[in-house]
């Protein structure tokens, strides 16, 4: 038991913010707010040199096999520097791919990820925004040796930039909830297919995405048909969590930006940091953010061994989604007048840990899971041990085995 | 990072709640309850030596502290999950709260050596001295004062709120020195017997008491109390540290004992019971578990208790680390006491006005304790160091934001 960063972990931590600090300045992030890609080609290769996009991939695809908590801190610098780069979508699909992809998929997508050459991405969201398996309404008919997919996607990160994106849909007509899902790597290129780019909050890259009979081969399936809903419900714990660390970095940077310009900013002849109202506010901030790293990092930690984490990983998303949204408030309200101003760069946080405190699911949505695994499963609980993990009763394979 | 306990503490903890199962018992349980307000001897009884001697022979007491003086040469988290599993249980195994740590950093060899082991078997018991009626929060005002007369001291003044004043064998005592000084540089840390004459213990009854609370609730009890000194003469070995210097002393010491097992629990404990009671009850054919809105704030508190306890994990490393908190046992005794008072109070609006049933009553709930708990809650943001002044510490230790105090006067100027 020791909860914080050991030497290898700060190493990383700090190099990665070393290296943003001098690659990737506020300038750079304003301008790709209206980059039709939506990040520097350079950069990305920059990364991969780094090794970011292969952290955590297999060692024959050209990856460092190095574990998930290590692509936690990078992907937590990635936040703290605004850095616009699509790590995080990349990691989400290929980390999937790496885990339940065939190994030809793994040789076939794998290595250009690693080098830098690809942007990734994936597609669960459709009309309801939820991340539960009854959302997913895409129908997939099987035809000749492949499926053809029908239907549309939301709020799909970077597909603009995407060379491929990993779709979830329905191969098992009438088929409801977690039954009949299908996982799917779709060339965004493909006959069919067709986006409209969102205007986010986030000045970020999500497209509403058509397929209209797309065709994907049937090498092209992650898993068995009809049975993906436990790789899916995987993806979408590894991105939520990553997405957690991305986001509480960024809320880090947002927040100590609040406690510099309290210092020199003064009224009634002293700075505002010696008004108790500010330090109150101050010290909640960081007991805020300083909360959900301790969850974020519990939540990796467990998935690195192999232990089931569905219900920490909800536990992390459901208080930073509130937790960091409040703290870049929070901050916005130190600052004053100025904070609002386009031109002032505290926005370029504020508007990015909006955003992503409202993807891969609300607070509501993530504590209903809690809520499921704490009170509809038997037994009593204990803080600090083990909760029922989140089955079905009559499920024969416990979630655990599917890690 | 590691966020497991070793096998080996796991199994030190399977033994610990097998070795309770078979040990403890209602009476005991009510004894070491410090606030118990019953008047009797002071120190243990017998029983209670008796439990402590079969716990110090398994090795579980004082499993942090040194070997030489009786303890372990153990590990802070082993030492850690033992208290956790007595407090669950409703004991605290702790040695008297902040004085075995200040003895063993700012004692004299004489002192570690008589107190300690002593404190570790519970021979020796503390209670604490510090707040005074005019002295709380701003504790360095303090009046209680010492004054040299040869060998001796001779203390006079008032203490406030001394929780166990009337079973615990000494005092813990925070008095001023030097009344000349500047008002940190002018106390000194003393400690003595209680039966040494001139002390008088008056009790001061809470609002948990009659009906009493039961065992387990969140600052639980009945009893606390005010403390005279009338020339009370002490000899200068009493003085802890030197003379004059006694505020680091004492300050050090509370750091300490804002963080562990006693403030987790005592913070997270309804969470679990409400999750448990949930499950298994109803009200009628009302199911309060199927409630939406009780599911998500349940949820929404699982998650804040989490926090409680992975804040508590980390004050454990820091100390494991043999490093100094910052600002983080100040975060933690924010997040902690004022979760407990949330949770309380999100009960209340589950359960409605069985939440106002209190100990004894009919159809009151699991002894009343979520009611006690409405009256008691909000103490755990109060001692120790109250949340705001713990958000003043996080500001200023932690982000180095200025005092307020110094610089409205520099401002005024």
Redesign the interface.
Known sequence: ??????DD?HLISDSARAFLAGECSTKLVREMESDDLGYPAELWQKAAELGWQGMCLPENVGGSDMPL?HLGLVLHEVGRAVAPLPLHSTAVASLTIAHDGTEDQQSRYLPPVAMGETVLTWAFTEVDPRPVPEAVQMQAREQGDGFVLDGAKLFVDNFNAADHCLVVARTTPDSEGEAGLTLFIVDTQAKGISHTPLVTIAKDKQSEVLFENVYVAKEDVIGTPGEAWPIVEDMLDRGTVLLCAQMLGAARKDIEMA?EY??FREA????I????S???M???M??WV??GD??T??AL??ID?GLPASVEVS?AK??CNEKCEAAVRNSQIIHGGIGFMMEFDLNLWFRRVSAWCMRMGT??D???R??HA???MPG?????RPIPVLVQEDDAVPASASR | MDFAFTPQQETLRREVRQFIAENLNDEIVEEMDAHAGAERPRGPSSEVSALFKKIHERGWLGIAYPKEYGGQDGDRVSQYIVEEEFHRAGIAITLGGSGAPAILAAGTEEQKQYYIPRLINREITFCLGFTEPHAGADLASLRCSAVRDGEDFVINGQKMYTTAAHSATHIYLMARTDRDAKKHDGISIFIFPMDTPGITVRPLWTIQNNPTAPVGTTYGASRTNETFFDNVRVHESCLLGEENKGWRVGAMGLNLDRVGAWRYLISVSRDEDIVNWVKNNQFGDYSPAKNPAIRDKIAELWVEAQVCRLMTMRSMSIVERGDEFTYEGSAEKVWAPEHGVRITEAITQMLGPYTTLLNGSPRAIDNGIFAHNVMGSFQSGINHGSVQVMRDQVARRGLGMPSSRKSTTAGAR
């Open positions: 038991m020791d909860v914080l960063l050991d972990e908590v406690f309290s210092q009634f002849g002293i700075p940091a010696a008004f108790q500010v330090q109150h101050c010290a909640d960081v007991v300083d909360g301790l969850l990092y519990e930690w467990r061994q536990q459901a208080f607070s509501l993530h504590r209903a809690i809520a704490l009170i509809d009593t609980v204990v803080l600090g």
